[in-house]
Nanobody, 126 residues
Framework: QVQLVESGGGLVQAGGSLRLSCAASGRTSSMYAMGWFRQAPGKGREFVAGIRRILGNTYYADSVKDRFTISRDNAKDTVNLQMNSLKPEDTAVYYC???????????????????WGQGTQVTVSS
């Protein structure tokens, strides 16, 4: 089992920045890739960014490419999401996820991920 705990959400004005962190514990060696998803009110959960735990390859949704950066610190078993140039449409609950199956690029469907955090709210005001 793997436990994921997100932190770093909050309220920011449009154009601002936030940094989310996800701390993993438990059988972290079983994780092949980690990612971030988000869910806005009334919408489905959508893929934001993913990273291979060992090789560090990254993958982004088109909507956040060039604005968001995913990174990992394997020594601390953490994954971070640096979000710059935030827009009101980025407002959502952001979830950290981990996957044990070895496929890349990462799948976009939430059902393909094995472990989830509890989520952290990000609100971008206009």
């Amino acid at each position: 089992q793997v436990q994921l705990v997100e932190s770093g959400g909050g309220l920011v004005q449009a154009g601002g920045s936030l940094r989310l962190s996800c701390a993993a514990s438990g059988r972290t060696s079983s994780m092949y890739a980690m990612g971030w998803f988000r869910q806005a009110p009334g919408k489905g959960r959508e893929f934001v960014a993913g990273i291979r735990r060992i090789l560090g390859n990254t993958y982004y949704a088109d909507s956040v490419k060039d604005r968001f950066t995913i990174s990992r610190d394997n020594a601390k078993d953490t994954v971070n999401l640096q979000m710059n140039s935030l827009k009101p449409e980025d407002t959502a609950v952001y979830y950290c996820a981990a996957r044990t199956f070895t496929t890349w690029p990462p799948p976009l469907a939430p059902s393909e991920y094995d472990y989830w955090g509890q989520g952290t709210q990000v609100t971008v005001s206009s």
